[in-house]
């Protein structure tokens, strides 16, 4: 695949869920001229963190593989705090690996036919509504896979709009989380 600028990218991933129907409860997405404040998100990271500490999730042995759930909480936060946030569903690529890579067309195959039971390949993070990606396990998983250990702070990855680059990103292909309830990877009770 050619590398593609992020916002592309999640503009097509938007029309790709639009075209499976993936649409309970999506939100409108824009790309603002004026981006989030890295100072206000900063700040809600710094709270983030905490929790995920105080729930005993201290480095990257214990976020790694819980993208679903800890993306899930965060999302939960950029809420209160009135930043808009998009679940994001797709894949992570760095120089020579792919975490989850996946396609539109095997995503698919998920919703004809779900399986609660069978763990899916996927990747999730969040990304902001100017485009800016926040992803908390993503390095986690990264970190376990050449055998390190690192605390939480290091496993957190927040770029900001347009800095994504072709030696570490994010290949979006659904947004929002009706993917995610109709595949029976979190409930709609969880939210």
Same mark, same amino acid.
């Given at each position: 695949?050619?590398?593609?600028?992020?916002?592309?990218?999640?503009? /097509?991933?938007? $029309? %790709?869920?639009?075209?499976?129907?993936?649409?309970?409860?999506?939100? $409108?997405?824009?790309?603002?001229?004026?981006?989030?404040?890295?100072?206000?998100?900063? *700040?809600?990271?710094?709270?983030?963190?905490?929790?995920?500490? /105080?729930?005993?999730? !201290? #480095?990257? %042995?214990?976020?790694?593989?819980?993208?679903?759930?800890?993306? +899930?909480?965060?999302?939960?936060?950029?809420? /209160?705090?009135?930043?808009? %946030?998009?679940?994001? *569903?797709?894949?992570?690529?760095?120089?020579?690996? !792919?975490?989850?890579?996946?396609?539109?067309?095997?995503?698919?195959?998920?919703?004809?036919?779900?399986?609660?039971? /069978?763990?899916?390949?996927?990747?999730?993070?969040?990304?902001?509504?100017?485009?800016?990606?926040? #992803?908390?396990?993503?390095?986690?998983?990264?970190?376990?896979?050449?055998?390190?250990?690192?605390? *939480?702070?290091?496993?957190?990855?927040?770029?900001?709009?347009?800095?994504?680059?072709?030696?570490?990103? =994010?290949?979006? =292909?659904? *947004?929002?989380? +009706?993917?995610?309830?109709?595949?029976?990877?979190?409930?709609?009770?969880?939210?």
């Amino acid at each position: 695949m050619t590398y593609c600028h992020y916002k592309e990218l999640f503009s /097509r991933a938007i $029309e %790709a869920t639009r075209s499976l129907g993936l649409v309970h409860g999506m939100r $409108e997405f824009v790309f603002p001229e004026r981006g989030v404040s890295h100072d206000h998100v900063g *700040v809600i990271l710094g709270e983030f963190i905490g929790d995920l500490y /105080r729930r005993g999730l !201290s #480095d990257s %042995a214990s976020l790694s593989g819980n993208c679903i759930q800890i993306h +899930d909480q965060l999302f939960g936060f950029m809420e /209160r705090s009135g930043i808009q %946030a998009h679940m994001t *569903v797709g894949s992570m690529h760095g120089n020579g690996w !792919s975490y989850c890579r996946t396609s539109i067309d095997q995503l698919k195959a998920e919703l004809e036919h779900p399986d609660s039971f /069978r763990e899916i390949e996927i990747h999730t993070w969040l990304t902001l509504n100017d485009g800016s990606i926040i #992803d908390c396990t993503g390095q986690a998983w990264y970190d376990m896979q050449i055998g390190e250990v690192h605390p *939480v702070e290091k496993c957190l990855v927040y770029i900001p709009q347009g800095n994504q680059d072709p030696s570490h990103y =994010y290949t979006p =292909y659904i *947004v929002g989380y +009706d993917f995610l309830y109709r595949t029976g990877c979190i409930s709609r009770t969880a939210i």
